[in-house]
């Protein structure tokens, strides 16, 4: 009968109407959920930027922090073999430029240049330990400075050194170690 079928399509409609209603309710609710997953990604993956960034200017801090104690250190070891041999160490030199550590014996000064490298990729150290001894010119062209300067290096950067001595033309630059 035409009202039996007019009834069940009413029925099957109804219940379309009601399944599609329960598949949008469910279609927003997994966006919703998505668009949170994403946006919670996104401060993640922001945080984690951030933490990273933090790290590398902290790295970069300790590095700086690693050059001062250095070049500290080089001046105190210097200082104390200075004393127990009753050796002048000069605090300013009569002469143009600030060596970090100047002796001075027989009315000689000898410099010792702390030298460390900027980060801890040592690849490019041995060039600049290069154009250092190439800089320390300024120095050799003073009266009474002896044409021997150190560049006294941490320890840990002799592995990557091949040459230890930079013969120049009226100079001599020697790499040696803080011990």
Not at 111 to 128: G, V
Request: hydrophobic content about 30%.
């Amino acid at each position: 009968s035409y009202e039996n079928e007019l009834k069940s399509l009413r029925n099957e409609n109804a219940y379309l109407k009601s399944s599609e209603d329960q598949r949008l309710k469910e279609y927003e609710g997994r966006m919703n959920s998505l668009t949170e997953t994403i946006k919670r990604f996104d401060r993640d993956r922001i945080q984690v930027k951030e933490e990273r960034h933090a790290q590398e200017i902290e790295r970069l801090k300790l590095l700086k922090q690693t050059w001062i104690n250095h070049e500290e250190n080089v001046k105190s070891r210097i200082k104390l073999i200075c004393n127990r041999n009753g050796v002048e160490y000069s605090e300013k030199v009569p002469f143009k430029g600030k060596p970090d550590n100047t002796l001075k014996i027989n009315e000689e000064y000898i410099i010792f240049d702390a030298k460390s490298p900027a980060n801890d990729d040592l690849s490019n150290f041995p060039l600049y330990l290069k154009a250092q001894s190439e800089q320390a010119s300024k120095y050799v062209k003073e009266e009474n400075v002896r044409r021997e300067i150190f560049l006294v290096v941490p320890a840990n950067t002799l592995e990557v050194l091949e040459q230890f001595e930079f013969r120049l033309s009226d100079y001599t630059v020697f790499v040696i170690p803080i011990e």
